[in-house]
């Protein structure tokens, strides 16, 4: 009797075949996704490194406006340059042309001797004022006319003037100089004795200035013992002035009301038993009635 061998039921067998069609199915799915995961992160690595490697759009406009502002201030600071090396070879061609004069120092001209000028112009007009007005006293005279636009513009300058005088007598140069330019306006000086009178005056203001008479040592309490010492020593300094000044001139009477300027007015206050009081400021040691009331 010949025996046979089975390998089980025989049904396994198809379902057998089946499972292992789908492992296989399975597989090769699981390969094309892995595959094309692999793909899409290479592709994904290489547009990361690209966007590392390239400047965002803000970095960009940032960098531009920096150089835009760089370049900006470098064509400022050239400009600037060649600004101030066209002034320098100005005043260089302007200087050139001064004459030289050995033995001679050239002045400027500037705001302290136009100050002076002014005075000058203002002390005359109210010289001739005064003048005028002792002149309508007496029988027959015309009254005496309202300032002048241009005298009124003299006298204004010169009010503002003043308050400045008291800082300009601090230095004796500078109140020499606007001294000399105010006798000048009124004594009709020459450059010579112009000359001669700011150099007096600068030695015997900073002698006055050592004394503490000067107007910036003014008390501001109780100045009138001050006052009296200062004016007794601008009284005494224009006699020693007065031989370098044309003789006999019509307004030296004028000359220690000038000197006095850099002082500025004085307030004086008057109590008069009708009740009537009255404030007045002057500017001292004019004569009387030329400049005593602003």
Known sequence: MKSTRTLGPLWLWPVTLIIVGWLARAGWHLRSENETLRTEAAAAGKVHASTEARPTPELINGQQEGTVRAEALRDETRREIASREAAEAKIAEIESRLPTRDGEVVSSFGRIEEMGQRAGKAVMTFARQAA????????????????????????????????????????????????????????????????????????????????????????????????????????????????????????????????????GPRTEVKLNPSGIDSVTMKLPLFPTGILMAL
């Open 132 to 263: 005028a007005q002792t002149a309508a006293q007496k029988p027959g005279v015309e009254p005496v006319t309202d300032l002048t636009k241009d005298e009124q513009t003299a006298f204004a300058a010169f009010l503002c003037h003043l308050g400045e005088l008291r800082a300009v007598e601090n230095d004796p140069r500078e109140i020499a100089r606007f001294q000399a330019a105010t006798l000048r306006e009124v004594l009709g000086l020459d450059d010579a004795t112009s000359g001669r009178v700011t150099a007096f005056l600068e030695a015997e203001f900073a002698r006055l200035k050592a004394q503490q008479l000067t107007a910036n040592f003014r008390p501001e309490n109780e100045p009138g013992d001050w006052y009296c010492r200062r004016d007794a020593a601008i009284t005494e300094l224009a006699a020693r002035l007065r031989p370098l000044l044309p003789a006999n001139h019509s307004q030296l009477p004028l000359l220690p009301g000038i000197l006095s300027l850099g002082g």
